[in-house]
Every structure is written in C-alpha cells, then in structure tokens.
C-alpha cells in the first residue's frame, strides 16, 4: 500500500513575521532554507493580505506532500506525518481553508540580548525592519473565520519571537482571541517581566496558556553569560509565581528550559544546579532541553557523546524526579 504524507502546520499554519506570512517557523532543521518558507508579502496594516492566495499555496503545497513531494524547507521536519493511502482517515480537511495556528513573530523587541538569539540575526540582516501594529490583522482574522475556532475549536496562537510581554497590545490580544472563544495560547518568554495576565490565564480551568522559559542557567554568573543582563533573580522570582498561577490545573503548563551551549553551561554542575533551583526552589513541573542552533549548524549536526551524556542526563534525572520532560527541537532530532 502506498504512503501518503502529510503536516498540520502546512495545511492551517501562519506564522506572521515582520514583513512576509510563512507556513510556520519551524524549518529550523533546515535553516538554509528557511527563506523558501514563504507564502506571500506581508508588513502591516498599510498591506491587504491576499487569502485567497495564501490558501492557494497552501493547497497547492498539502496537495504535493500527500502525494510524497515534499517541499524543501519541509524536507527533514519531524512534523511531517505519514499515513497509508488506504487508511480509513484520510485528513481531507487539510484541504480545507482555514488557520488555526497563529505564530506572531512581527516584533524583535525584546529586554534581553541572548547570545544564542534569531531575532538579534534577523535585525542585522533586515535592518529596515520596523515593528507594526497586528491588531488589525487579527480583528479581520476572527471576524472573517480565517482563524476559525468553529472549524478549528483547538487552535492556538503562539507568541514566538522578540519579548512578547513588553508588546504594547499584550493583553489586549489575549483578550480578543478570548472574545471569541480561543483556548489555546502559547508564549515563549524570558520570563524577565511579569505579566499578570498570563499568570491569570495559568489560573483558569478551561483555557490554556503554555509558558516556556528558557532559564540556561542555574546560577547568575552562567545567566549572564548567556543572557547578557543581570536578571537572573527577577526570572527565578517570576518563574515561582508563573509555577505557583499552574499549580492547581495546569502544573504542566510552564515549561522551564535549558539550551546547552557549549563552553558557556556545558557542564554537569551547572545542570545539576539549574535542576536542584527548579525543581526544589521554585516549584516547577515540567523541564525541556535543547542544543543551541546556531552552534549546532556550525557543526553541521555533529554532537559531541558529552553533550549527548548531559541531555540524557537531564532526562533522566527528570524521570527519577517524576518531573515531565521534553526534548526541544535539536535535541529531539537526536533521537536519543
Ligand atoms: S513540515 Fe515542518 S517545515 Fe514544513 S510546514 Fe510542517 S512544520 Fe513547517
């Protein structure tokens, strides 16, 4: 029986960057190509977006991947799904027009200077970049079911570039994807400012906002070499109220992070410090690792077996913790 293939963020995906839509921003195994992820133009209000184009491409895309043609930038991804030709689900509705999957990734503003950063990449190559006011896309979005939670009733937006507690209209998209019925956020942050308002989402029964802080550090000396601001007390303190918020129905919801970048946190004592902080200081139930990606490309994907030992090694000491672990993407393409 012949395989067909397939991937949910081709089909429904957006990922809104600063001057074009792409399917998603997670070509990252294949960052050569990451140019290629492109669906059409895109830099503001001042622009209409074309969707009947953008589904046009989708469609043309999902069409050749189940078919086995699959796109270069998607060449590589886990995410790509295969299923048999003659199997009872046949996921017609990827051919469907609709987005369910918003990645917000317009603003490179952020209160940090990670070393490892895309987005400071991004400033020195586009240097005409200029931030630009998204509510107005997704008003329309909502209004016209281009994002359809009809359709869709678990889609979610991601804020996945930049800081996105420090966007001036951070809670008032919260609050407008919630007017009209979305459950689902995700929210990747440095955890350097408090936002009451995630912390009041964490709270709630029926919605769910997934917070990932990328800590890489157990001690100030290593934050600061990674992170380049002195602000490791104010991220630990905002990590135990962020973990505190999750406690009582989604203690899972706040992942806390460690990107292992070699010569600056490769070492066992520094991981044992960052596991010893989390888990017993600041409450938290959910730990991911990770390979820094620019390092990681250098090396053209060759890990050396120490850095693989310390990713095992955070695995299972999570295992022996009962705490929930995740490999991130590096480190998932590892398959260890
Ligand atoms: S297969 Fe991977 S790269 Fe391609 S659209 Fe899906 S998530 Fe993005």
């Given at each position: 029986m012949g395989k067909m293939y397939r991937c949910r963020y081709l089909a429904h995906g957006l990922y809104i960057h600063y001057d074009c839509f792409r399917h998603c921003?997670?070509?990252?195994?294949?960052?050569?190509?990451?140019?290629?992820?492109?669906?059409?133009?895109?830099?503001?209000?001042?622009?209409?977006?074309?969707?009947n184009k953008v589904f046009e491409i989708k469609n043309t895309l999902v069409k050749n991947m189940r078919n086995g043609d699959i796109p270069p930038f998607c060449q590589g991804c886990h995410w790509i799904e295969e299923f048999d030709e003659n199997s009872e689900e046949q996921f017609l509705s990827d051919?469907?027009?609709?987005?369910?999957?918003?990645?917000?990734?317009?603003?490179?503003?952020?209160?940090?200077?990670?070393?490892?950063?895309?987005?400071y990449q991004e400033i020195l190559e586009h240097r005409t970049y200029k931030p630009y006011d998204i509510f107005p896309l997704f008003k329309e979005m909502l209004n016209n079911k281009i994002y359809n939670l009809e359709k869709a009733p678990g889609a979610h937006i991601s804020f996945a570039?930049?800081?996105p507690v420090i966007l001036k209209k951070f809670?008032?998209?919260?609050?407008?994807?919630?007017?009209?019925?979305?459950?689902?956020?995700?929210?990747?942050?440095?955890?350097?400012?408090?936002?009451?308002?995630?912390?009041?989402?964490?709270?709630?029964?029926?919605?769910?906002?997934?917070?990932?802080?990328?800590?890489?550090?157990?001690?100030?000396?290593?934050?600061?070499?990674?992170?380049k601001v002195d602000k490791f007390n104010d991220v630990c303190k905002?990590?135990?109220?962020?973990?505190?918020?999750?406690?009582?129905?989604?203690?899972?919801?706040?992942?806390?992070?460690?990107?292992?970048?070699?010569?600056?946190?490769?070492t066992k004592e520094e991981i044992d410090k960052w596991l010893e902080l989390c888990i017993n200081k600041l409450g938290v139930k959910y730990l991911i690792a990770d390979i820094e990606e620019k390092w990681f490309v250098r090396q053209n994907g060759e890990v050396p077996e120490y850095v693989k030992d310390l990713l095992r090694y955070i695995r299972n000491r999570c295992e022996q913790e009962k705490i929930?672990?995740?490999?991130?993407?590096?480190?998932?393409v590892l398959n260890l």
């Amino acid at each position: 029986m012949g395989k067909m293939y397939r991937c949910r963020y081709l089909a429904h995906g957006l990922y809104i960057h600063y001057d074009c839509f792409r399917h998603c921003h997670l070509s990252i195994h294949s960052p050569k190509e990451r140019n290629n992820n492109y669906i059409i133009p895109y830099a503001g209000p001042k622009d209409k977006a074309d969707w009947n184009k953008v589904f046009e491409i989708k469609n043309t895309l999902v069409k050749n991947m189940r078919n086995g043609d699959i796109p270069p930038f998607c060449q590589g991804c886990h995410w790509i799904e295969e299923f048999d030709e003659n199997s009872e689900e046949q996921f017609l509705s990827d051919l469907d027009n609709y987005i369910d999957m918003i990645w917000i990734g317009h603003s490179n503003e952020c209160n940090a200077n990670c070393i490892y950063c895309f987005s400071y990449q991004e400033i020195l190559e586009h240097r005409t970049y200029k931030p630009y006011d998204i509510f107005p896309l997704f008003k329309e979005m909502l209004n016209n079911k281009i994002y359809n939670l009809e359709k869709a009733p678990g889609a979610h937006i991601s804020f996945a570039m930049g800081e996105p507690v420090i966007l001036k209209k951070f809670d008032d998209i919260i609050k407008l994807f919630a007017k009209y019925g979305n459950k689902h956020y995700a929210l990747y942050t440095n955890g350097i400012k408090y936002s009451k308002m995630s912390a009041k989402v964490l709270k709630e029964k029926d919605v769910d906002i997934h917070i990932v802080i990328s800590l890489d550090a157990g001690t100030r000396e290593v934050f600061k070499k990674v992170k380049k601001v002195d602000k490791f007390n104010d991220v630990c303190k905002n990590i135990k109220a962020y973990a505190k918020s999750a406690a009582k129905y989604h203690p899972t919801s706040l992942g806390v992070k460690y990107i292992i970048i070699p010569n600056i946190n490769d070492t066992k004592e520094e991981i044992d410090k960052w596991l010893e902080l989390c888990i017993n200081k600041l409450g938290v139930k959910y730990l991911i690792a990770d390979i820094e990606e620019k390092w990681f490309v250098r090396q053209n994907g060759e890990v050396p077996e120490y850095v693989k030992d310390l990713l095992r090694y955070i695995r299972n000491r999570c295992e022996q913790e009962k705490i929930a672990f995740e490999f991130y993407d590096r480190a998932l393409v590892l398959n260890l």
